[in-house]
């Protein structure tokens, strides 16, 4: 059973930073890419980091220079550190995990934290 959970969400001021984690269990994590993607209230989910097999991520525009994803292969986990949270910020954030395989490409998703930024 697939099993991807994220902790670290909570509430933030302004400027504060949080560190999220996500735990996964159920899959060759080292074989996939992961990210973390974010939904804010009536706004579609986006894509707020990546990080590839070999360990190159991208970002989105709004969150450069201020967030930073990484992946620990012996644990099973990937990390998104966030600093400089400003209330925009706020969201449930998803764990997202991508395995391209020949004529399929495997996703799985986690089941959020809350993130809120205010003061």
């Known amino acids: 059973q697939v099993q991807l959970v994220e902790s670290g969400g909570g509430l933030v001021q302004p400027g504060g930073s949080l560190r999220l984690s996500c735990a996964a269990s159920?899959?060759?994590?080292?074989?996939?890419?992961m990210g973390w993607y974010r939904q804010a209230p009536g706004k579609e989910r986006e894509l707020v980091a990546r990080?590839?097999?070999?360990?190159?991520?991208n970002y989105a525009e709004s969150v450069k220079g201020r967030f930073t994803i990484s992946r620990d292969n012996a644990k099973n986990t990937v990390y998104l550190q966030l600093n400089s949270l400003q209330p925009e910020d706020t969201a449930v954030y998803y764990c997202?995990?991508?395995?391209?395989?020949?004529?399929?490409?495997?996703?799985?998703w986690g089941q959020g934290t809350q993130v809120t930024v205010s003061s």
């Open positions: 997202h995990a991508r395995r391209v395989i020949i004529g399929d490409t495997l996703v799985n």
């Open positions: 159920g899959i060759a994590f080292s074989l996939n890419d």
């Open positions: 990080i590839t097999t070999t360990g190159r991520t």
